[in-house]
């Protein structure tokens, strides 16, 4: 009895690893077979609803275009988060240094958190001439606040009793901030990270839609206006597969980098045997 | 037993009156000779921690005066090592940089600060553990590590705040025997903080008992037992009867609130 018990964990322990690819792969493959056989048999025409191989090829073979837009994307998203980060984490940082600071600034980042950014967006895009800066000012609204209130969040949870042995030692501000605060802060900023890498990508695509700039330098969501316009429904559902796969892979990316930054340490990342 | 040679800190007078209003500490006098072994003991809410964290000059006493002898008042904080009744280790960072943390903050090089840390590890018998991080330890040796963290400044006072209070019985007689034998070895000063009458007696050379809030010290017992103590000390008839006298003056401090 005492040595079947942990085999017995061990193999559903098995069985619930392989659960976790297995599953969602059934349900997706199913539900691709079903939109397939939906458009097959009531013959809904291409323009209405395109089968999922007919979204695959159109992938294919517009690749040409989608890829410069993906990739004019791809650098709205980072270079809005980049911002977002170093903004973010610097407002944090000023935050913390003073609780004057924080209660003057902290409403107006609400303010900019909670107005919807395609409310702004236009006004954005009359103010600022550079449209390219238009969309990175979009992008960085929206990322820019999970970065901070979690960042601000952070930086004034270390261990109370850290902070006194630290005034014990005669520790300044600085050396208080770079040897707790900041190592303390960072699963919080990393949690912020994750989400705003996801944000940034929905705010350059809403602020692309907003924008609806045509040409070279256009990205993702142009893409899928200009599909739009020519009942090119194929194209469209590429693109989104694009959007979608693009932020699947931003999220996994973050939340591998917040693993291998907090698995020496963090009940997050601690892998637990009991 | 070592003699008291003189007098290392002075509490005169102490007033400690909280933001909220209440009154922790009230007409506080305590004397703490160099190389002795005073316990604080009291009830919980006695203000015991209070008068360790003023010693330390974690907070300032809202009147009445502490003073160090024989040397300039700032100096004195740097000779101060504190250990809290949590662990309070910096989870990001492994065993030696917990414990190297007092010596970086007076901008010691790593590399110069090295064999410091590793004597101190040696003294709490953690050597080989340095790359640890302190989720990997079990309570004792992250109690271990707190006290190898306030000793690598080589403090001339060691101020413990309940250090033990939170560990098994087992693991709390080895660390109480490992640390008696330390202070024994090492002519340090140790306040010890604690609401256990049976560890006092065990531990100190001297013992202060404390009221219930606002806190003072009603009763000093002289523990005139030699070091290294053992557990035939443990044992005897007279470790028993120091018990009793200690508890009865604790109960007094107690009752005294009350009545």
């Not at chain 1, 297995?22 to 048999?41: F, N, Q, S």
């Not at chain 1, 003057?104 to 980042?109: D, G, L, M, R, V």
């Not at chain 2, 700032?74 to 940089?97: C, K, Y």
């Not at chain 2, 709490?124 to 992250?142: A, C, D, H, Q």
């Given at each position: 009895m005492s040595e079947e018990a942990p085999r017995q964990r061990d193999r559903s322990e098995r069985i619930e690893r392989w659960a976790r690819v297995i599953l969602p792969a059934t349900i997706g493959t199913l539900t691709l077979v079903a939109w397939d056989l939906v458009v097959?048999?009531?013959?809904?025409?291409?323009?209405?609803?395109?089968?999922?191989?007919?979204?695959?090829?159109?992938?294919?073979?517009?690749?040409?275009?989608?890829?410069?837009?993906?990739?004019?994307?791809?650098?709205?998203?980072?270079?809005?988060?980049?911002?977002?980060?170093?903004?973010?984490?610097?407002?944090?940082?000023?935050?913390?240094?003073?609780?004057?600071?924080?209660?003057?600034?902290?409403?107006?980042?609400?303010?900019?958190?909670?107005?919807?950014?395609?409310?702004?967006?236009?006004?954005?895009?009359?103010?600022?001439?550079?449209?390219?800066?238009?969309?990175?000012?979009?992008?960085?609204?929206?990322?820019?606040?999970?970065?901070?209130?979690?960042?601000?969040?952070?930086?004034?949870?270390?261990?109370?009793?850290?902070?006194?042995?630290?005034?014990?030692?005669?520790?300044?501000?600085?050396?208080?901030?770079?040897?707790?605060?900041?190592?303390?802060?960072?699963?919080?900023?990393?949690?912020?990270?994750?989400?705003?890498?996801?944000?940034?990508?929905?705010?350059?695509?809403?602020?692309?839609?907003?924008?609806?700039?045509?040409?070279?330098?256009?990205?993702?969501?142009?893409?899928?206006?200009?599909?739009?316009?020519?009942?090119?429904?194929?194209?469209?559902?590429?693109?989104?597969?694009?959007?979608?796969?693009?932020?699947?892979?931003?999220?996994?990316?973050?939340?591998?980098?917040?693993?291998?930054?907090?698995?020496?340490?963090?009940?997050?990342?601690?892998?637990?045997?009991? | 037993?070592?003699?008291?040679?003189?007098?290392?800190?002075?509490?005169?007078?102490?007033?400690?009156?909280?933001?909220?209003?209440?009154?922790?500490?009230?007409?506080?006098?305590?004397?703490?000779?160099?190389?002795?072994?005073?316990?604080?003991?009291?009830?919980?809410?006695?203000?015991?921690?209070?008068?360790?964290?003023?010693?330390?000059e974690l907070g300032e006493p809202t009147s009445g005066s502490i003073d160090w002898m024989g040397r300039d008042e700032r100096s004195s904080v740097h000779e101060i090592g504190f250990v809290f009744q949590e662990p309070t280790l910096m989870p990001w960072a492994n065993v030696?940089?917990?414990?190297?943390?007092?010596?970086?903050?007076?901008?010691?090089?790593?590399?110069?600060?090295?064999?410091?840390?590793?004597?101190?590890?040696?003294?709490?018998?953690?050597?080989?553990?340095?790359?640890?991080?302190?989720?990997?330890?079990?309570?004792?040796?992250?109690?271990?590590?707190?006290?190898?963290?306030?000793?690598?400044?080589?403090?001339?006072?060691?101020?413990?705040?309940?250090?033990?209070?939170?560990?098994?019985?087992?693991?709390?007689?080895?660390?109480?025997?490992?640390?008696?034998?330390?202070?024994?070895?090492?002519?340090?000063?140790?306040?010890?903080?604690?609401?256990?009458?049976?560890?006092?007696?065990?531990?100190?050379?001297?013992?202060?008992?404390?009221?219930?809030?606002?806190?003072?010290?009603?009763?000093?017992?002289?523990?005139?037992?030699?070091?290294?103590?053992?557990?035939?000390?443990?044992?005897?008839?007279?470790?028993?009867?120091?018990?009793?006298?200690?508890?009865?003056?604790?109960?007094?401090?107690?009752?005294?609130?009350?009545?």
């Amino acid at each position: 009895m005492s040595e079947e018990a942990p085999r017995q964990r061990d193999r559903s322990e098995r069985i619930e690893r392989w659960a976790r690819v297995i599953l969602p792969a059934t349900i997706g493959t199913l539900t691709l077979v079903a939109w397939d056989l939906v458009v097959r048999i009531n013959q809904i025409p291409h323009f209405i609803l395109p089968g999922p191989l007919l979204v695959a090829q159109s992938l294919w073979n517009d690749w040409g275009t989608l890829l410069p837009a993906l990739l004019v994307t791809l650098r709205i998203t980072f270079s809005a988060l980049a911002v977002a980060v170093i903004g973010g984490v610097g407002l944090a940082i000023l935050f913390a240094q003073s609780k004057w600071v924080e209660i003057s600034f902290f409403p107006y980042a609400v303010v900019l958190q909670v107005t919807p950014i395609i409310a702004i967006a236009p006004l954005i895009l009359i103010y600022v001439d550079n449209t390219h800066v238009a969309l990175l000012i979009c992008a960085w609204i929206v990322a820019f606040f999970p970065i901070l209130s979690n960042t601000t969040l952070g930086l004034n949870s270390a261990d109370h009793n850290l902070v006194n042995l630290f005034q014990l030692y005669g520790a300044s501000r600085w050396q208080m901030l770079r040897y707790l605060r900041i190592p303390a802060a960072m699963p919080y900023f990393l949690g912020g990270l994750r989400i705003a890498g996801g944000l940034s990508l929905i705010g350059s695509v809403v602020a692309e839609f907003a924008a609806g700039t045509a040409g070279q330098g256009s990205g993702l969501a142009f893409r899928i206006l200009e599909a739009g316009y020519r009942l090119n429904i194929p194209r469209m559902f590429a693109a989104l597969v694009l959007i979608s796969v693009t932020g699947i892979l931003i999220f996994m990316f973050f939340t591998l980098l917040s693993h291998l930054a907090l698995r020496r340490w963090h009940e997050s990342a601690v892998k637990r045997e009991n | 037993m070592r003699p008291t040679r003189r007098s290392l800190v002075r509490l005169s007078n102490i007033d400690k009156r909280f933001g909220n209003g209440v009154l922790a500490l009230q007409g506080l006098n305590l004397e703490i000779g160099e190389h002795e072994f005073l316990s604080l003991l009291g009830p919980s809410g006695c203000g015991k921690s209070t008068a360790l964290r003023l010693i330390a000059e974690l907070g300032e006493p809202t009147s009445g005066s502490i003073d160090w002898m024989g040397r300039d008042e700032r100096s004195s904080v740097h000779e101060i090592g504190f250990v809290f009744q949590e662990p309070t280790l910096m989870p990001w960072a492994n065993v030696f940089d917990n414990v190297y943390l007092p010596l970086r903050l007076k901008h010691i090089s790593r590399s110069k600060a090295e064999p410091d840390v590793e004597s101190s590890l040696a003294m709490v018998g953690l050597t080989g553990f340095e790359k640890s991080y302190p989720r990997e330890l079990s309570g004792g040796m992250k109690m271990r590590v707190s006290i190898a963290r306030a000793l690598v400044t080589r403090p001339r006072i060691l101020l413990m705040d309940e250090p033990f209070a939170a560990l098994d019985e087992i693991t709390r007689l080895k660390l109480n025997n490992d640390l008696m034998d330390l202070w024994h070895r090492q002519s340090w000063t140790v306040v010890f903080v604690t609401h256990s009458v049976y560890e006092s007696v065990y531990l100190s050379s001297r013992i202060a008992v404390m009221t219930t809030r606002p806190g003072r010290v009603m009763a000093e017992h002289r523990v005139n037992m030699p070091y290294p103590r053992t557990e035939d000390y443990r044992t005897s008839g007279l470790y028993n009867d120091y018990c009793r006298n200690v508890s009865r003056s604790l109960a007094r401090a107690m009752g005294e609130e009350e009545a």
